[in-house]
């Protein structure tokens, strides 16, 4: 992708020594704040034409509220919360309210999302870097849903299930059970540009391999990098369906849906032109395969990893295949998007000893203020 | 896999678990050594009616050498190692040399079957629990290969290859390149159990969704426990198809072929009834899912996963697939084997017991 973005452990030690780390640990403040309100949500497409409800510059960072309504009826919003005693007052909840009173079903079904954002500068044949600087579950739940027909077992589920899982913000994790609870790992199902105006609406159910979208990554969240392919002036970019956890597969057809608080920093790259997304974690780079049939999905997945190490590492294509069969892990994202996905997690740490390069952004002690 | 975890008909454990917790002896002296015996291999598959090369006792422990033949031709395999400036006076290196000459000829694959080990008082319906106490690379060098019509891109990849790598069995790597090492994370490819008589010969290459065999799964390490289902009186284990690392996935078609020396210890199990293999680690149990279609695969693997956690831990059907959902990764074993593999990684610190089930491996 690009030879300088190295996480290199030795600098980064240096940099997280005793003496060095209190200069980054100022609480660092996002320039922008999107809220989950009626007027910033899109319902069920990425479409070219949609208005966008934030402009910013290249580099700026942005808070953005992300809602998901599983288990909130329509007739009546409030009731779902006044069953599970939830504060109605919450912010986050008076959001939710809202939106499902105010904003109208655009016939395409598809994920409540926030933005699209238009990032100035930003033309078709660049790169959207985003980085996923932060990501906060905002309310104290999340919901889980099966039905039959749907997720990775669709020919043996029963009847529709709802779960609704407590959250302990605090802790930072679901209470999944009396004696069962997951640490929570928050990140974005759905992050995405826009296509070309002549691809029309594009539901946002299913993720494209050049846009984006509905990617249910599990490995996306906070210290993530996501690299889009810009097809549209402004890129437009489009974020939502908030996960609190997942696991790699969202084998019942969700993960555990809910609200949550996301950083992102959004840069426009003309120095990279990709064809699919691409992504990379402190510790991974990350390459994906997308396709209705998980075998194919495997294929391109592989494929697209042999061309990743060709490119950025240089390696013929016999030693990126002998690698990838080695040392590198082939995980499925998910099975129930219609398109499924496999990704591959190539560790970094192989490729250390490349001393031109850059360390990688990412700081885990980083600290953010609010903006809103 | 239910607690309790032992049956307390072993006298072994028994005496590990007298302390407050179980720890393991400072060495395991294995009970018994299994040679390589060209004479004595199965060539390539797995049969109920292959005679045993060792009859042990349900709690011993085994010492197996494994052999990786990949890369040596029949005719001359000297050559393999003259060309990759590997000494011919290393006793690995005899001894593969050796074997290999033995098996020219006889349809044996490249990873000859070391096996079957006879298990008393195992009976089909019965559960082989085999833990893996230690595995070792036996020689220092290994083999990655590739073949156009193979492997996870086969119409992709232009022509064979066979890249050889040393390895630095000090710091336990593999150098890929100049500048690339490659943790190693030895495990075996292959463990099964015989098949059903009626079954005749099950040939190794493709993995079964019963009796296991060629399953590739990387995390069945030291310190990893398989449990597979007994078809047979007395099992039948085979071992074979050492690799000394691997991804997920097995891309090219073979991971780092190469020789291990693998110790472990068998228990018959009559209160466990399954149906597949399954695994445990330290860290996670894992369910699998096996079928020539990877879509499928992942079907096996999620109602392999659902009958587990209603198994150990006693959740229902949607508690149990909900977890699946939210807390449990799903991996790709290999795609390269005829019938490919997903595998689910449950975290075991998802579960807060009361009493925990200790495990048996300690670092």
């Known amino acids: ?372 | 896999m239910p607690t309790p975890r032992f049956t307390g008909a072993f006298l072994t454990l028994a005496v590990w678990a007298s302390g407050p917790l179980i720890e393991l002896p400072a060495a395991v002296k294995p009970d018994y050594h299994l040679d390589i015996d060209p004479e004595r291999m199965p060539a390539g598959y797995y049969s109920a009616e292959t005679p045993p090369v060792l009859k042990i006792a349900s709690g011993q422990t085994v010492e197996i050498d494994t052999l990786a033949l990949m890369g040596l031709s029949d005719d001359n395999p000297e050559k393999f190692f003259t060309d990759n400036t590997i000494s011919l006076d290393l006793p690995s290196v005899k001894k593969m040399i050796s074997v290999k000459k033995a098996l020219a000829g006889k349809g044996a694959s490249s990873a000859p079957l070391a096996g079957p080990i006879y298990v008393e008082g195992a009976q089909p319906g019965d559960t082989l629990e085999v833990r893996i106490v230690d595995i070792k690379s036996y020689t220092p060098f290994g083999i990655n290969v590739g073949n156009p019509g193979k492997g996870g891109i086969p119409d992709v990849i232009p022509r064979p290859y066979a890249k050889v790598m040393k390895f630095d069995l000090q710091k336990n790597t593999a150098k890929f390149s100049d500048t690339i090492d490659i943790p190693l994370r030895q495990f075996q490819g292959i463990m099964a159990v015989s098949p059903t008589k009626e079954r005749g010969k099950l040939p190794s290459r493709p993995p079964y969704p019963d009796i296991g065999g060629n399953m590739d799964n990387k995390h069945l390490v030291k310190g990893t426990t398989l449990f597979l289902p007994v078809q047979i009186e007395g099992a039948g284990f085979y071992v074979a198809d050492p690799h000394a690392a691997q991804g997920n996935g097995e891309v090219s078609q073979s991971a780092i072929e190469s020789s291990n020396t693998v110790t472990l210890q068998f228990f018959v199990r009559k209160d466990l009834h399954l149906k597949g293999p399954r695994a445990e680690t330290p860290t996670h149990y894992i369910a699998m899912g096996f079928d020539e279609d990877l879509d499928a695969a992942v079907h096996h693997a999620i109602v392999n996963t659902i009958e587990l956690l209603k198994d150990v831990k006693g959740m229902n059907f949607f508690d149990a697939l909900s977890l699946s959902s939210v807390g449990v990764d799903y991996e790709v074993t290999e795609v390269v084997d005829v019938t490919k593999g997903v595998h689910a990684m449950i975290p075991k610190s998802l579960f807060h017991d009361d009493k925990p089930a200790p495990y048996w491996y300690k670092e």
């Not at chain 1, 986050?92 to 100035?120: C, N, S």
């Not at chain 1, 890129?235 to 939502?240: D, N, P």
């Not at chain 1, 495997?298 to 990838?324: P, R, W, Y």
């Open chain 1, 1 to 372: 992708m690009h030879r300088h973005r190295f996480l290199l452990p030795v600098r980064m030690a240096a940099l997280y020594s005793a003496a060095v780390f209190p200069l980054l640990a100022a609480p660092i403040k996002p320039d922008f704040f999107l809220g989950a309100r009626p007027a910033n949500m899109i319902w069920g497409y990425f479409w070219a034409e949609t208005p966008p409800v934030l402009t910013v510059q290249s580099g700026k960072i942005v808070e953005v509220d992300t809602t998901d309504l599983t288990g909130i009826a329509d007739e009546d919003p409030e009731a779902f919360f006044k069953e599970h005693s939830l504060p109605l007052e919450l912010p986050a909840i008076q959001d939710l309210i809202a939106i499902k009173r105010q904003v109208k079903p655009t016939g395409i079904r598809g994920h409540m999302m926030t933005g699209p954002i238009f990032v100035e500068g930003a033309q078709p044949g660049d790169t959207l870097e985003v980085r996923v600087l932060d990501v906060k579950t905002r309310v104290p739940y999340a919901m889980n849903r099966m039905r039959p027909g749907g997720g990775g077992i669709p020919d043996l589920v029963p009847r529709p299930y709802l779960k609704f899982v407590p959250i302990d913000l605090e802790h930072n994790v679901a209470l999944f059970a009396e004696k069962v609870r997951i640490p929570l790992r928050p990140f974005q199902g759905v992050m995405a540009v826009a296509p070309t105006a002549d691809r029309g609406k594009l539901p946002s159910g299913p993720p494209y391999a050049d846009i984006g979208g509905n990617f249910d990554n599990k490995d996306l969240g906070k210290g993530a990098t996501v690299y889009f392919p810009v097809q549209v002036p402004g890129a437009l970019f489009y974020i939502g369906d908030p996960h609190a956890v997942q696991g790699d597969g969202e084998v019942d057809g969700g993960a555990a849906e809910t609200s949550n608080t996301v950083i992102v920093q959004l840069i426009v790259r003309k120095d990279l032109h990709l064809t699919a997304v691409r992504a990379e974690t402190p510790t991974h780079y990350m390459v994906m395969g997308i396709d209705v049939e998980l075998s194919t999905a495997m294929h391109k997945a592989i494929a697209n990893s042999v061309d990743f190490l060709k490119e950025t590492q240089g390696l013929d294509f016999f030693n990126a295949l002998s690698l990838c069969s080695l040392g590198v892990d082939f995980r499925v994202t998910e099975v129930v998007d219609v398109s499924k996905g496999i990704h591959s997690m190539i560790p970094k740490s192989y490729f250390t000893s490349d001393k031109s390069v850059e360390p990688y952004w990412y700081h885990a002690d980083a600290t953010y203020e609010t903006a809103r």
